[in-house]
């Protein structure tokens, strides 16, 4: 399975958003697209006579577009000092997350929200504004770049996402994505977050079966999720395996 989620995911992913390139050169895969975009190096293939000029040939690249990047280090990437690399190249980490598979016709697809919580699908800039609010909320962090890349995705290539926000009354209270990988067996859940007030009432869970229902609708085999300390369990009790960890580099210009 870790196999195939590097050969599908990361060695040939197809670009995947509005006005995104993947791209191959000097031993790296790279997804690039605008300032608002997820922008970062997937893939690797070195070693240790040449991950230094890789790295530093990836700097240059993004640099020079003023583009912030990730470096996503596997922890089976080579080579196994890599981390230490890109430390010495001026990268920061961000917490460690785990690489999490299953089978989609292997998950529970049963879970309904708590009482008094509807799922509303995500399809225009209001929803967008609403998905937004929550993340800052259950983050703490700011979610203006996150708004933009969303509502691009929504409104250009509506077909490589699928949206959702939790309502309680006509408060959002969670929000969750399913991006689709054109050409592979996997789909991934992304931004899966509550607001702390509503945190342990089985709406993470709600939000894990609605979009694995719309994977099967799909035909998507595998669903893919990097996951926290905090989904980790949850993930685990519905059926995920660790593949293994996964932690973002990230160089800003």
Known sequence: MLAAYDRQIRQNLDPDGPGVVVERADGVVRRVGGAHD?????????DE???????????RHFTSRGLEFEWKAYSHDLPADLPERLLAAGFTPEDPETLMVAAVD?????????EGV???????????????????????TDGTALGKQLLDQIT???????????LAGDVPVSSARLEFCPGTD?????????????RGRGIYRALIAHRARIA??????HLQVDASSQSRPILRRL??????????????P
């Open 239 to 252: 059926g995920f395996a660790e593949l293994g960890t996964t932690t973002p580099y990230v160089h800003k």
């Open 38 to 46: 997820w922008n970062g190096v997937l893939w690797s293939d070195l």
């Open 49 to 59: 006579s040449t991950a230094d000029a890789a790295i530093a040939a990836q700097v």
């Open 216 to 221: 099967a609708d799909h035909g998507v085999r």
């Open 186 to 198: 996997f789909a991934g859940l992304w931004g899966g977050g509550t607001v702390t007030e509503w």
């Open 106 to 114: 292997e998950l529970p697809l049963d879970a309904d929200p708590p």
């Open 156 to 166: 250009t290539a509506p077909d490589t996402i699928a949206a959702v926000v939790a």
């Open 118 to 140: 509807r799922l509303v699908p995500v399809t225009d800039a209001a929803g967008v504004r609403l998905m937004v609010d929550v993340h800052e909320q259950a983050f703490g």
